[in-house]
């Protein structure tokens, strides 16, 4: 069964420094691996999607790694911002488009003014 | 991007009785859909998955005569909480697969209060 993993459950750091999200899963055997956002009582909303044959993905001051052979992602957030301040979720999927996702316990972030 | 809907976004119920979720995609068709389920600082934990056309495939340990899945078109899945108890009370979110690419893009969510 696969387990997903995120270090650490809560982080606070001053605007302005980089943030760095660490997610674990069990099974190598992925197909892709998703980064979301959530902010309280919301849905989610996509960040980055990695395939398994990828390293790497990158969207503005975002950036995620994804080490499949060890089972780790990594979530990069430069320079935070308050608005960056939510929970980050991390997903894996084993199969296709139809296939469900498996998700970590999330990382809390503040990131203080 | 792909938009999935959610209707409604909150309800508040007394015990016993049934409330009915809608999740919809908006701008594309989605033979299955996702029923995720998260109670209070905790992360999403999958219900059961919506086939349109077909049965419900449940997660172990959901109900699913409690739990009632249609998926009646390639755009509507509904999810209906019979006899609902305080416990049931969390935040139930939909997703779907969007569009022929690999990402899940999911609904708002629906905050279901029992008292």
């Known amino acids: 069964k696969q387990e997903v993993t995120q270090i650490p459950a809560a982080l606070s750091v001053p605007e302005g420094e980089n943030l760095v999200l660490n997610c674990s899963f069990t099974?190598?055997?992925?197909?892709?691996l998703q980064w979301f956002r959530q902010d309280p009582g919301k849905g989610l909303t996509s960040l980055l999607l990695?395939?398994?044959?990828?390293r790497e993905q990158t969207s503005g001051r975002l950036n995620a790694s994804l080490d499949k052979s060890s089972g780790r992602s990594t979530l990069y957030i430069a320079a935070s911002q308050p608005g960056d301040s939510a929970t980050y979720l991390c997903a894996v999927s084993l199969g296709a488009a139809g296939n469900k996702l498996t998700f970590g316990g999330g990382t809390r972030v503040l990131v203080k003014p | 991007g792909a938009v999935v809907s959610q209707h409604p976004s909150r309800v508040i119920c007394k015990s016993g009785t049934s409330v009915k979720i809608e999740c919809r995609s908006l701008d594309f068709q989605a033979t299955t859909m996702f029923w995720y389920r998260q109670f209070p600082k905790q992360s999403l934990m999958l219900m059961a998955t919506s086939n349109e056309g077909s049965k419900a495939t449940y997660e172990q340990g959901v109900e699913k005569d409690k739990f009632l899945i249609n998926h009646a078109s390639l755009t509507l899945s509904t999810l209906t909480v019979t006899s609902a108890h305080p416990e049931d009370s969390s935040f139930y979110i939909c997703?779907?697969?969007?569009?022929?690419?690999?990402?899940?893009?999911f609904g708002p969510g629906t905050r279901l209060t029992v008292t």
């Open positions: 997703s779907a697969p969007g569009g022929g690419i690999d990402e899940q893009y």
């Open positions: 099974d190598s055997a992925i197909y892709n």
């Open positions: 990695i395939q398994s044959s990828q």
